[in-house]
């Protein structure tokens, strides 16, 4: 796995993303704490995974509500594309995350239709099976779950928060305990940031490892759907 290092010391957020100081300076705030969930040696000065993903959600959050909603819909499509190479490298032939896509690409052309979409009936239309005995794909497959259920905005916190703890602490994106501060480094300095700007991160962290994206909307592979989400950022 290509290994992304950064000096824990200072924030610095690509110039490609405006975001505003409190946005910042929580970022820069969590940056400088340890975390045990990401099996770091150094704990003196932390705190808990939770706490930092709770504190990055707020700040990402304003008083507009349909902004903020938006925000976390886009954090969750970038976090859903990074999982995806997990679940075709497990199940190549698994057609699940294309459905779910389309689902949310249905739903976010047509939000008049909000009263009739129900995530849950999908979901356990999908996934009959609640596990499938194996963690990477079990926690790979509750990201696409809870993908659908943020677009409830009274739910997007939550679920988002969920999405993010398997991501970061569990296996959703890769297996085992190495390169987990790296990972959760990403998520600060390109997925937040992307986020609040909604635009695609100039990177993004897959099982195959940290690779450069391509900022196109017609790359077919990792963010096809964010051309076809572009509703989003109107």
């Avoid at 400088?32 to 705190?47: F, M, R, V």
């Avoid at 497990?90 to 909000?114: C, G, H």
């Avoid at 970061?168 to 994106?173: F, K, M, N, P, T």
Wanted: hydrophobic share 40%; with cysteine; glycine share 2%.
């Amino acid at each position: 796995m290509t290994s992304l290092s950064f000096p824990i010391q200072n924030l610095k957020i690509s110039p490609t993303f405006d975001v505003p100081s409190s946005l910042y300076n929580c970022l820069s705030q969590v940056w400088q704490y340890s975390y045990e969930e990401l099996y770091e040696d150094n704990t003196e000065n932390s705190i808990t995974l939770e706490d930092a993903i709770d504190r990055v959600l707020d700040s990402l959050a304003d008083n507009d509500i349909t902004g903020s909603h938006r925000r976390y819909i886009w954090m969750a499509l970038i976090l859903a594309n990074s999982v995806e190479p997990t679940i075709k490298s497990y199940l190549p032939n698994d057609t699940r995350t294309k459905q779910i896509f389309q689902s949310v690409q249905d739903r976010l052309q047509t939000p008049k239709s909000s009263s009739q979409f129900n995530a849950e009936y999908l979901i356990s239309e999908l996934f009959p099976q609640v596990s499938l005995g194996n963690q990477a794909i079990d926690e790979a497959f509750d990201v696409f779950q809870n993908l659908l259920r943020v677009l409830d905005r009274d739910r997007a916190k939550e679920a988002l928060t969920e999405m993010l703890e398997d991501c970061l602490e569990g296996y959703a994106i890769f297996p085992g305990s190495q390169e987990r501060r790296d990972l959760f480094n990403w998520w600060l300095l390109e997925v937040v940031p992307a986020s609040w700007c909604l635009e695609i991160p100039n990177a993004i962290y897959t099982i195959q490892g940290y690779e450069v994206c391509i900022k196109s909307y017609k790359d077919p592979l990792k963010f096809r759907l964010f051309g076809r989400a572009s509703v989003l950022t109107k």
